[in-house]
């Protein structure tokens, strides 16, 4: 599981590293449809956040300090 992980984040950040001002606005197939790369980005990135904001929540049910609170 941590390997997939380390695979998928390095995925990510390829593809974060790639875009540049020209190929912002290219269309490319994304899930069902098509988007252009930098909205399949953005809808990554909304999406971490989301599922971050579910394990936060969970995490705190559980009687544990999310990651990006430790410290506070």
Request: with cysteine; hydrophobic share 40%.
């Amino acid at each position: 599981l941590v390997t997939a992980l380390k695979e998928s984040f390095a995925d990510c950040d390829a593809a974060f590293d790639s875009l540049t001002d020209a190929s912002a606005f290219e269309v490319v197939a994304a899930g069902r449809g098509k988007r252009s790369r930098v909205g399949a980005l953005i809808g990554t990135t909304s999406h971490s956040n989301e599922e971050y904001g579910y394990m936060a929540v969970y995490m705190r049910l559980k009687g544990i300090v999310p990651p990006s609170s430790e410290g506070r």
